[in-house]
């Protein structure tokens, strides 16, 4: 009897730590739209979430596999719990891929193929995700503050402050095997047509060190961030200490002239944007003018490289004629004393038989 009441005990043991374990496994897929939320909206912005497409107004709650797009002079401000914001710029289509959440942990994965999103935040905890991906690379972070833009099959992961682990990406897959850790004032870039080569690690991801020009260029493109007074004081600090100028809600009296601030900041970096684009656009030109004009140029001297080897081909076969024909002529000049002296020795011959007297 004794025996049996310790076998249901165990029974009752073993069910038991079963339930737990199936409930920690449910709770680690538990969706939560309490972890992004909308703080400020500007121009034409949506989020659509299954078949409802709604414009966001501040306090909205975001929800897993919502697609969030901007459109030209547009913004959206998110807040990433009490622990950060999450700036997406204008004309940018990002999916939230996956947001879950357990009493211990968050998993964040934003994922956006073409436009820009800048994220700070502070420290997340220990078994936190938060990951911006795009077509070509996948950054994730703990604690920091960085942006992340893709445009035709290039992403690009600039960092201000403390480290972000890059990896590549190909065919929607993350390629955990390689990867990247990118410092504070530190870019990388990822270009689709190098992710094959990355990964038969016949190409390196380079990371290059920020210019102070590009370092100020972010830092003007998200200095009017409207703070929630309700973030931690812990993300308010690591926002000062890169520098950014951040407004807090209360200063904010007239949120007409902040949008206009932000429409003519909007403007001014577009119009910068495109300077940089035509820049580029005319450096690349004149690059590919210099290669057209090497390749001609290299083109030509292959040419007369050619030439000349023909011209000397043709000395050399005329000389070798030359020396033919002389060899020949000596030859035929020596045949010929050969001949002569014979026909005189044969004289001579026949003349000294010819005066032997008779016997």
């Not at 374990?21 to 969706?31: F, N, W």
């Not at 107004?57 to 998110?78: F, H, P, Q, R, W």
């Not at 209360?250 to 007409?256: A, G, L, V, Y």
């Not at 011209?311 to 005329?318: F, I, T």
Request: glycine letters at 4%.
């Amino acid at each position: 009897m004794l025996k049996q009441n310790k076998n249901v005990l165990i029974l009752c043991v073993i069910i038991s730590l079963f339930i737990a374990y199936s409930c920690k496994k449910e709770t680690q897929l538990t969706q939560d739209s309490s972890i992004l939320t909308v703080q400020t909206v500007l121009g034409d912005v949506t989020i659509q979430s299954g078949d409802v497409t709604a414009t966001p107004v501040a306090g909205y709650a975001i929800k897993e596999n919502s697609i969030i797009k901007t459109g030209k002079l547009s913004i959206i401000d998110i807040r990433y719990k009490d622990s950060g914001i999450i700036r997406i710029s204008e004309n940018t289509s990002m999916d939230v891929a996956r947001l879950l959440s357990t009493e211990n942990a968050d998993e964040t994965l934003l994922q956006m193929d073409e436009g820009k999103v800048f994220v700070t935040v502070s420290k997340l905890l220990k078994d936190s995700k938060l990951q911006v991906k795009t077509s070509t690379s996948v950054a994730a972070v703990r604690g920091t503050a960085f942006r992340v833009s893709s445009n035709k099959g290039i992403s690009r992961v600039d960092v201000l402050k403390g480290e972000v682990k890059v990896n590549p990406v190909k065919d929607d897959v993350i390629i955990e095997k390689i990867e990247k850790i990118v410092e504070p004032d530190k870019t990388v870039q990822i270009d689709q047509k190098d992710i094959t080569k990355i990964i038969e690690k016949k190409k390196e991801i380079e990371i290059v060190t920020l210019h102070k020009e590009e370092i100020a260029a972010i830092k003007e493109e998200v200095k009017l961030i409207k703070i929630d007074n309700t973030l931690n004081e812990e993300i308010k600090n690591e926002i000062k200490e890169i520098g950014i100028e951040i407004k807090p809600a209360e200063e904010i009296k007239d949120n007409k002239e902040y949008e206009t601030e932000l429409i003519e900041q909007l403007e001014k970096i577009r119009i910068g944007e495109e300077t940089k684009i035509k820049e580029k656009e005319i450096k690349d030109q004149k690059a590919a003018l210099e290669e057209e004009q090497k390749k001609e140029h290299k083109k030509k001297e292959e040419q007369l490289k050619a030439e000349r080897l023909r011209l000397q081909r043709m000395e050399d076969e005329q000389r070798e004629r030359t020396r033919i024909a002389d060899e020949q002529a000596k030859i035929a000049e020596e045949q010929e004393k050969q001949r002569v002296q014979k026909i005189e020795e044969k004289k001579k011959e026949e003349s000294r038989i010819k005066n032997i007297p008779n016997l």
